[in-house]
């Protein structure tokens, strides 16, 4: 499971200039079901995307794809973990440590 935060890097009007785009985007990798939960951080300076994908390469290519990285209004850090314990709703995406 990954973490997305994204830091936005240009003033607000540039960013919500993208914001239909940006939100296309997500619409289609939520559907594609490895986005889980998204939102704006407070205060509003990025966001966070909960994500699930076989690998980081693969997120690292995907958040590339973001609107907001070729425009240049937002930096992704990506951190990965092992969801070991889950909600109920999130039971298929629990992971269990290597051995």
């Known amino acids: ?3 997305l ?3 936005y890097t240009a003033p ?3 960013v919500d200039a993208l914001l239909p785009a940006h939100i296309a985007w997500l619409e289609q990798h939520y559907a594609a079901g490895t986005f889980l939960a998204s939102g704006r951080k ?3 300076d990025g966001g966070i995307i ?4 076989p690998d980081r390469p693969t997120v690292e290519a995907l958040a590339a794809t973001d ?3 070729p425009a240049g209004v937002a930096d992704y850090r990506i951190t990965e973990f ?3 314990t889950v909600a109920p709703a999130l ?9």
């Not at 909960?50 to 994908?53: C, G, P, S």
């Open 91 to 99: 039971a298929a995406h629990r992971e269990t440590l290597p051995s």
């Open 50 to 53: 909960l994500a699930v994908a």
């Open 1 to 3: 499971m990954f973490i």
């Open 5 to 7: 935060e994204l830091t």
């Open 42 to 44: 407070v205060p509003r």
């Open 12 to 14: 607000l009007e540039r």
């Open 67 to 69: 609107p907001f990285v």
């Open 82 to 84: 092992l969801a070991t």
